[in-house]
């Protein structure tokens, strides 16, 4: 009986054994290294106060980082961003360092020495995908953000050769490709009459599309490419567009449909570049699905505030003034519960809508991944494509 019970024991002791193996998460040890491009969205750092694109130009203020960081890391949210859920699922040991204050413990990295353990993150709020030049020569560069996609492709280039010592293998990381292209629309919304709207998805697509291009002729095997979100459920497009300008989610109808004009576009040219390139795997983070599915059905996401600003002024259905944003003299605090928002500061998603959405990325199959994130990482595993 002893001898029974001891077996028993063993067997039951590996069973568990067994279980918690399978029970590790699979993205662990999938990607060391991750290298994130894009705007606000995915900025974690590149951009402060100083430099922060008009009216939202108090990143470095609280309330800022208030929910995770407890200060600001110069992050546009409360907390993490999607970017920073893509770093956890991946178990890499910190965050990704913005570029361009990698040595600054400011970033919100455990591992702010400069170097290239975990990747790089080159993205910058306010960032376009069509160079500053265009919105120069038609007078359209007062206050916006000079640097564009193209800028963090050439400051990819000198980081690599920087890291040239180190001997690394981009073929091995993950490309993270986040939304960028809202800002072109922003910054042109007052020129329509001059630059027609399909000027602007036709040249910000193909910026991108020569963008991920240029990441493959240097190596790049895995990417993820986000679209655009639902920029018409944006508090500041709820608050510029007229009233009756509405879908079927009471978001405003003419934003939305040019994002999901540009989104189509974009695929598009994904799938021509995967044709021309079968050795690499390149996934669609279908954004716009994701934010959709929130707005729909907000309550079982967790939110009980689908429009209004969790930091913010003026009360109102929005509670958003462009003159008068979050961490701005006037807004220096923020609400109580932000994980009941899914808006931030009038542009910027809370950290609770940034984690739902990049669960669905992750976790979610093909439903807002293609391929699924679990498909990409299967096939890292194998060394395929």
């Not at 400011?106 to 160079?131: L, R």
Request: with cysteine; glycine share 8%; net charge neutral.
């Amino acid at each position: 009986m002893a001898m029974a019970a001891k077996a028993n024991t063993v067997l039951v002791l590996l069973a568990v054994a067994v279980a918690a193996v399978g029970a590790a998460p699979a993205a662990a040890g999938a990607f060391r290294r991750v290298y994130a491009f894009g705007d606000s969205f995915t900025d974690t750092g590149n951009t402060r106060s100083t430099t922060g694109p008009y009216s939202f130009g108090y990143v470095s203020s609280p309330p800022y980082g208030a929910t995770f960081f407890h200060r600001s890391t110069n992050r546009y949210s409360d907390g993490r961003l999607v970017v920073d859920f893509l770093a956890e699922e991946l178990s890499l040991p910190s965050f990704l360092p913005p570029y361009l204050s990698s040595y600054s413990s400011s970033s919100g990295n455990s591992n702010s020495n400069g170097s290239d353990d975990v990747g790089v993150n080159f993205a910058v709020a306010g960032s376009t995908a069509i160079e500053h030049d265009f919105f120069a020569r038609n007078n359209l560069s007062f206050d916006i953000t000079p640097q564009s996609i193209m800028t963090q492709l050439a400051w990819f280039d000198a980081h690599l050769l920087r890291a040239k010592a180190n001997k690394i293998n981009v073929a091995d990381a993950l490309f993270w490709v986040g939304e960028i292209g809202a800002n072109d629309y922003a910054y042109t919304v007052i020129a329509r009459d001059t630059i027609p709207p399909k000027l602007v998805r036709d040249m910000a697509v193909q910026r991108v599309t020569t963008f991920v291009q240029g990441l493959l002729e240097r190596g790049a095997k895995y990417l993820i490419v986000q679209g655009l979100p639902l920029t018409g459920c944006l508090p500041l497009a709820m608050t510029l567009a007229r009233p009756e300008d509405r879908d079927n989610v009471s978001c405003v109808a003419s934003v939305n449909r040019q994002s999901y004009a540009h989104n189509r576009r974009l695929l598009a040219g994904l799938h021509q570049l995967r044709q021309r390139h079968p050795g690499a795997v390149i996934a669609y983070a279908d954004y716009y699905a994701a934010h959709l599915a929130v707005m729909r059905s907000p309550a079982k996401y967790g939110f009980a505030e689908p429009f209004r600003t969790c930091c913010g002024s003026g009360g109102g259905a929005y509670n958003f003034d462009l003159f008068a944003t979050c961490g701005s003299p006037e807004v220096t605090t923020a609400c109580a519960q932000p994980a009941k928002y899914v808006n931030w500061d009038g542009v910027h998603m809370t950290e609770a809508m940034y984690k739902v959405v990049a669960g669905m990325f992750f976790q979610g199959g093909d439903d807002y991944c293609r391929p699924a994130f679990s498909d990409l990482l299967a096939m890292k595993a194998k060394g395929k494509p």
